[in-house]
């Protein structure tokens, strides 16, 4: 983490996003936290949620529909 921080200040960036399929170590998040809100930190799960939200990569496995009485279809 603070390796990532470092090469953020020698290329001038003022946020970074670490991503992992995996999960962050507490030192990690303590670490990140620690350094500002200059790092974004996300675990698999989070890049799941992205993923699925943004429909990257993913693909409709089942859909549902729901009816409802067309009340007036029957007047008249």
Not at 59 to 69: M, N, P
């Amino acid at each position: 983490m603070r390796d990532f921080f470092g090469s953020l200040d020698m290329k001038k960036a003022s946020k970074g996003i670490f991503v992992t399929a995996s999960s962050f170590s507490p030192s990690a998040k303590q670490t990140a936290e620690a350094l500002g809100k200059r790092i974004v930190l996300i675990d698999g799960p989070h890049l799941a949620r992205l993923m699925i939200r943004h429909d990257v990569g993913c693909r409709v496995e089942e859909a549902l529909t729901i009816r409802k009485v067309d009340e007036e279809f029957f007047e008249a």
